[in-house]
């Protein structure tokens, strides 16, 4: 096996975090590491599901999830966390948890329209219809990375294209460190 690291995916709803993840795992494999994927829905029904959607519970879902993925990295286990992960200081203190010189923000970056196009799980229409509030990138901030390690372009793309590229650009940590 190679270094582990942790792959901490971060955009819009309906971005294609998910999705990727799934491309980026065997393409993960076959360089060595043993990846997994923390899905933020996933997450939300069990490990977090005592938080809502403030900002304080936002903060406070993703400090866990880094927590999580710190112990996974100490097992030898790849985090792809797949969360929408709006707040920059919350992924800060992420990169913080889990360890710098192992953690990269990969800024998977979908339109707002385009997402609110795919909406693969209704929300957006839910949102329009005032049957949510607090959406993250409506009515919820939406902090986009200055400086993210990867910025993957979803439009015209397919997810195996956007995973190739996290390799390409960040597999066994060949991609020098901010």
């Known amino acids: 096996m190679t270094q582990a690291f942790c792959y901490w995916f971060t955009g819009l709803s309906g971005a294609g975090k998910s999705t990727i993840a799934g ?7 076959e360089r060595g590491e043993n990846p997994f994927i923390l899905d933020g829905d996933v997450l939300r029904q069990g ?4 938080l809502g959607f403030s900002e304080a519970d936002r903060t406070e879902n993703q400090r866990r999830v880094a927590e999580v993925a710190a112990i996974l990295l100490q097992a030898g286990v790849s985090p792809i966390v797949a969360f929408i992960s709006p707040l920059a200081n919350a992924r800060e203190e992420a990169r913080r948890i889990v360890g710098t010189e192992r953690f990269f923000e990969i800024y998977i970056n979908t339109p707002l329209d385009v997402a609110e196009a795919r909406d693969p799980k209704g929300l957006y229409k839910k949102v329009r219809a005032g049957l949510i509030s607090e959406f993250t990138g409506i009515s919820s901030p939406f902090e986009a990375p200055e400086r993210a390690d990867c910025v993957v372009p979803t439009v015209d793309r397919t997810p195996y294209e956007c995973a190739r590229q996290i390799v390409d650009e960040l597999g066994g940590g060949k991609k020098e460190r901010n």
């Open 23 to 29: 491309e980026l795992v065997p393409l993960l494999r």
């Open 47 to 50: 490990l977090c599901r005592d």
